[in-house]
């Protein structure tokens, strides 16, 4: 059974900082590229980070570039998103995707179910 557990959300004043990190299961983790995605009151999901199967390759969304560093451990079947100097408008819902896709194929994709961001004095 496919599973992306995230964690290391919560609530955090302005300046501060998370690390959150997605466990995977049920899957083959290093064949996937990792991406997390937020999504905020009112507003539609968005792009934070990216990485490639390899951890070699890594793309930033531009609401939080410079502020977070995507990485990963496919020994472990974890990401991680350390997050800086957070803003009220980090606040949202963090999510963890699973993407892979192969010539010919129908491209496999999985979800989190997200982890609560509060960015809040």
């Known amino acids: 059974q496919v599973r992306l557990m995230e964690s290391g959300g919560g609530l955090v004043q302005p300046g501060g900082s998370l690390r959150l990190s997605c466990a995977a299961s049920?899957?083959?983790?290093?064949?996937?590229?990792m991406s997390w995605y937020r999504q905020g009151p009112g507003k539609e999901r968005e792009l934070v980070a990216s990485i490639n199967s390899g951890g070699g390759r890594v793309n930033y969304g531009d609401p939080m570039k410079g502020r977070v560093i995507i990485s990963r451990e496919n020994a472990n079947n974890t990401v991680y998103l350390p997050m800086n100097s957070l803003k009220s408008e980090d606040t949202g819902v963090y999510y963890c995707k699973a993407r892979r896709e192969l010539p010919g194929s129908v491209a496999s994709e999985y979800w989190g179910q997200g982890t609560q961001v509060t960015v809040s004095s």
């Open positions: 049920g899957f083959r983790f290093s064949s996937y590229a």
